[in-house]
Nanobody, 128 residues
Framework: QVQLVESGGGSVQAGGSLRLSCAAS????????MGWFRQAPGKEREGVAA???????SYADSVKGRFTISQDKAKNTLYLQMNSLKPEDSAMYYC??????????????????????WGQGTQVTVSS
């Protein structure tokens, strides 16, 4: 069974930085897409960034130039470096895994419906 465990959330002032991590386990396939999503109270879950096993990436317009998604395959860990944080970035952040997919072949790499496995989330709060 695939397990995804997020960490690294916390409280930070606007303009600050955080790095989220997602430790993945329980899968043996080598082709996949992994993504970061967020959901604020009263809002729909939205895709933030995605990366596939070949290293292709996709970002939401709202985070381009501020967030960077990366992965360490040896550690089976996904990262999200978040810089220049804004209060509107406050949300629960989730990582997700989509087996046997690549960004170039997905209809919507940042669409939550594309993803099969989900972590429990880590809270990010940005104060002004």
């Amino acid at each position: 069974q695939v397990q995804l465990v997020e960490s690294g959330g916390g409280s930070v002032q606007a303009g600050g930085s955080l790095r989220l991590s997602c430790a993945a386990s329980g899968y043996t396939y080598s082709d996949y897409c992994m993504g970061w999503f967020r959901q604020a109270p009263g809002k729909e879950r939205e895709g933030v960034a995605a990366i596939d096993s070949d290293g292709s990436t996709s970002y939401a317009d709202s985070v381009k130039g501020r967030f960077t998604i990366s992965q360490d395959k040896a550690k089976n860990t996904l990262y999200l470096q978040m810089n220049s944080l804004k209060p509107e970035d406050s949300a629960m952040y989730y990582c997700a895994n989509d087996p046997h997919e690549a960004i170039g072949t997905m209809i919507e790499p940042l669409g939550s419906y594309e993803y099969t496995y989900w972590g429990q989330g880590t809270q990010v709060t940005v104060s002004s």
